[in-house]
Each structure stands twice: as C-alpha cells, then as structure tokens.
C-alpha cells in the first residue's frame, strides 16, 4: 500500500527540511512506498526552495505551489487533490508530529480501519509545551464537539489524521477553507459511516518559527463546519452517502507526475488536467 503524506507549508524554512528528512528516513526504515506532498501555501521565505532541494534527492518528495486563495483547509485540499497513494495522512510542517505515528497510521489503514484517528488526551498519549489557553479552549471546543454528536472520540480538532484514499473521495465536496477542515473531513468521514481506530499519539510544540493558526479559528468558522456535518446528520439520518463512496473505491489512482501547481478551489472533481508546470 502506498502511502501519501500531504503536508501545507506556509513560511517554514526554520522546520521544513527537519520535519521531510525524519519522515522520509522513518518511512524508508519501515519499507514503506511513500510519498510526501508539500503544499507551500504562499510562503515568502524559502520554504518552497528548501523543498525542491529535498526533492532534488528524493523523487518521494514533490512540491505543489497552491496558486489559489490561501488557507490552511485550502492548501490541505489542494494537496488531496494531486495525491496518488493508497492511504493519506494529513501531517503539519512543524515537526509537532511523531514519525513513529504516521508509521502508526499506515498499519492501521492497511490492516484495520479506513481511518486513522490519534489523540493526545487519552493513556499513552505525550504532549509537550502546549499552551495553556489554547489546551483550554481545545478541550472545551472538543467536548462540545462530542456531546453534539455523542461520540466518545476527544481530539477531532487535531489534524493530523489518516484516510484511505477513497475515503477522501467519499467525504467530498470538502467546504472548508482554513483550520476547520480538521473538523469537517472526520466528522464527514465518521458520519458516513467508515470505520476508524484511535490510538494515542504524541504532541511537541514547535521549537522554530510561528504557527499561522490563530484563535478566531475557534470561533465562526469552526461552528460553522461543526453545525454543517450535524445538519448533515440530521437531514440524511447517516445514511445519505455511503453506497456513493462504496462506488469511490474503484477510481483509478492518476497516472500524471504533472503536479506542480494547484488552484485552490476545485471543489470535488480531480483536478489532474488543470496542472501546470513551472
């Protein structure tokens, strides 16, 4: 099973080429057909040019410039939409993730569940230096999350999660535009009906640079990704697109190394024919 790791990077110079070498060194220890996705997602610095020194050694490692409107969910998508593995899991670029868990994940999607979910709040599980106003607001933010759905999970907001492919393509069309897409994509995915394992994971804060998330994420935007999936629920009482996704699992995987750039709002459709080389 192939395995690809879509990574939106915006101005990361200081972790970007950390961040690549302890993954890809970890995927090659494991035997793992990887490739990692960097979506550079408007920097001004040297992010992209530190990725295509990478590349230049690793044909594993490609970067796509998200040539769109910019936003974290946007760059996410952009880089779902140019990804040819098996199974994805959506890593940050700031090394605040343990490559252990993305090996982790992969064994989960391949042998257990379509999705793979960690969290950092349960037994077993290792946080380091995070912010005591953010931890609060994240733990109530989740808590309200998961009285509204009933569910048991506790860390939806995190990111850093893994699909199946045809997952992706079952949860689609994805809406959201910046962090809320850590919501929207999971709670679509568990909604619809795929199954999903959880496992604890670890958390490091960044050492270098600064993170473009900001608090106002928790406000509107989350609400709104949160109340559309449940509006979802509502209406379609979980049982709406489910035998669409069975359909998802025979699409054939690209067969473009064309992948360079990417407008950011494609919405549902593959996007293959709209790439462009630089």
């Not at 490739?35 to 490609?62: K, Y």
């Not at 995070?130 to 569910?151: D, E, S, T």
């Not at 506790?154 to 999660?161: G, L, P, R, Y």
């Not at 909604?191 to 490091?204: D, F, K």
Request: aromatic share 8%; net charge positive.
């Amino acid at each position: 099973m192939k395995l690809s790791v879509v990574i939106p990077a915006r101005n990361e110079a200081d972790n970007i080429s950390t961040t690549l070498d302890a993954v890809r060194q970890r995927l090659v220890h494991e035997g793992i057909e990887y490739e990692l996705v960097i979506v550079d997602d408007g920097s001004t610095d040297t992010t992209p040019q530190q990725v295509q020194a990478c590349s230049a050694t690793d044909s594993g490692i490609i970067l796509v410039r998200n040539t769109g409107q910019h936003g974290f969910g946007l760059a996410v998508r952009c880089g779902l939409d140019v990804c040819t593995g098996d199974a994805v899991v959506i890593a940050m670029a700031d090394a605040s993730e343990a490559p252990d868990d993305i090996v982790k994940y992969y064994y989960i999607l391949r042998d257990t569940a379509e999705c793979a979910f960690g969290s950092r709040f349960i037994k077993g599980s290792a946080v380091e230096n995070y912010p005591p106003l953010k931890r609060c607001l994240n733990r109530l933010g989740n808590l309200g999350i998961r009285l509204l759905f009933g569910m048991q999970y506790n860390d939806i907001t995190n990111a850093f999660k893994g699909y199946r492919a045809y997952v992706i393509a079952g949860c689609r069309p994805l809406l959201a535009r910046h962090f809320n897409l850590t919501v929207e994509l999971p709670l679509k995915a568990m909604l619809r009906g795929y199954s999903y394992a959880i496992v604890p994971i670890s958390w490091y804060n960044r050492k270098q640079g600064f993170s473009s998330f900001r608090m106002t994420e928790l406000g509107s935007r989350y609400l709104y990704s949160v109340l559309h999936v449940w509006l979802e629920k509502k209406l379609t009482h979980g049982n709406d697109c489910r035998s669409d996704a069975e359909g998802v699992r025979r699409w054939p995987p690209h067969t473009t190394d064309d992948r360079s750039t990417c407008p950011a709002d494609l919405g549902s459709q593959r996007a293959t024919d709209k790439y462009q080389k630089t």
